[in-house]
C-alpha cells in the first residue's frame, strides 16, 4: 500500500519471507494494530493460529483485534518460597514456639491442609463468531479427504466407465449406404424387433461385428446408429482406455469394460481402432500387449461371466483388418466382417447438405458437386465445404461486403482436395488380391473389379 511505513513494509516483507515464524507475525499485528488496521491485525493472528493453535498471546491479540472485552486477571496463587519468596507478605506464617530446654523440641503443631488455589475463568471465547470474520481471508485448515465421500475411490471401479444413453441417431439419418444397412438389419435388428421368431430360430440376442474400410467413412457414426435402433446404451472403448503401465490393470480394465455393458444391457460396445487393442499376436512382441488380446478373447466369449453376453452388442471398427489377430474374427466372436465404403452418390448428397445448411450459400448446384466428389469420405466432403467457406469469408474481408459460397467455391476446393481413400485402397488391393484367405476380401475384391482398380 502506498500510505505505509517503512516499517510496516519491512515487517510485511520479513513475514512473506519466513511464513512459519509465530512472533514476527505477532509483533507485525502489533504494529497493525497500533496504527488502527484492525482487520488485518485480525487476519495476521488468525494465520499465527494456524501454525500455533494453542499460542494464549495469538488468542489475546486476535480478542483485542476483534475489539472483545479482555478476560479477567487471574488471582494470585500462595506460594510456599520461604520468607524472601515473591509471596512472603501474600500468606501468613506461624511463629514456632519458644523452646524449653536443651534437649526438649518442641512439638510441631499439625499444619492446616492448603486450600486449592483459585484461579479466575475466563469467558469462552466465541471461535464461531471468530471465525466467520476472518473466514474470507484465511482458508479452511483442514482438507476433505476427497475419497471420504464416495467410498474408497479405488481406480478400476466398473461402475467409472462412461456409458452414454440410447441416441437419436438412427439407420436412417446415415445417407446412403444400402448394402451396409441390409446387413446390420439381418445381423442385429431384426432378430431385436421380433423375440417370437428370434426364439423359433434359436438366435442369440448378442453378436459381433466387424467394421472395416478406408478411414473417415463413418463407421463410428454407423455404430452409434445401431445403438439408437436397438435403443440400447453405447460404450465407446478406445487404446487409451485400455492400456495401463501396471501389470494386470489393462486385463482388468477390459474385464470391467465387459461387466459394465452387461450390467448396462442391452449395451453396444463400439471398440475403435480394433487393430491396436487386438493386434496380431505373433507380431507383439511386449508380452503385456498379447495379455490384452487374450483378455478380449475370453471376455468375447463371455467365460468370465455365468450369464454369457447375451444382450451385448460388440461392434468393432479398423483401417487394417489384416493387422487384427485372426482369433479375434472366429465365429462366435466378431464372425461377420462388413466394409464401409466411401458414400455413395445418395450419402454424399446427404453430406454436402448437413455440412452447407448453415453456412449462407447461393444456387448451389449439388448434382455437379456430388459427380466431383467420386471416392470422397465423409471427412474429405465436410473439408470441402469448409474450404470453400473459408476462401468466401476471405473475399468478404477484402471487399467489406458478405459473399455467399457459390458451386464455383465448392467445386473450386473439391478439385484442390484429393480423395484420402486412395492410398487405403492402393494398401488394400494387395491384401485383396494375394492375402484373400477364407474370401475375408471378397467384397473388397468386388468392389475394386467394379472401380477397375484391379
Partial sequence: MADESPLIRSLRA??????GDVPLRLHFAELLLSEGRNDEAVAEAAVALQHAPGDTDARALMVRAMGMPPAPATAPTERATGPTGPSATSAPTESAPEPTGPTERPERPERPERPEPTVGKAPAFDWDAAEQQVQDVVGPRFLEDPQAAGGDGAAGDADAWDVDAPGAVRLADVGGMDEVKERLEAAFLAPMRNPELRRLYGKSLRGGLLLYGPPGCGKTFIARAVAGELGANFLTVSLSDVLDMWIGASEKNIHDIFETARRQAPCVVFLDELDALGAKRSRTHHSGLRNVVNQLLTELDGIASGAGNEGVFVLAA????????????????????????????????????YHLRERPIEAVDLGKLVKATEDFSGADLAHVCESAAEAALLDSARSGSVRLITTKDLLGAAKQIKPSTEPWFAAARNVAMFANEGGLYDDLLAHLKRKRKL
Avoid: S
Avoid at 472366429?330 to 455413395?344: A, H, I, M
Fill in 318 to 353: 479398423t483401417n487394417v483388418p489384416w493387422d487384427v489377430d485372426i482369433a479375434l474374427r472366429r465365429p462366435g466372436r466378431l464372425d461377420r466382417t462388413l466394409l464401409v465404403l466411401p458414400p455413395d452418390a445418395t450419402a454424399r448428397e446427404a453430406i454436402l447438405r
Fill in 14 to 19: 520479513a513475514v512473506a519471507a519466513a511464513p
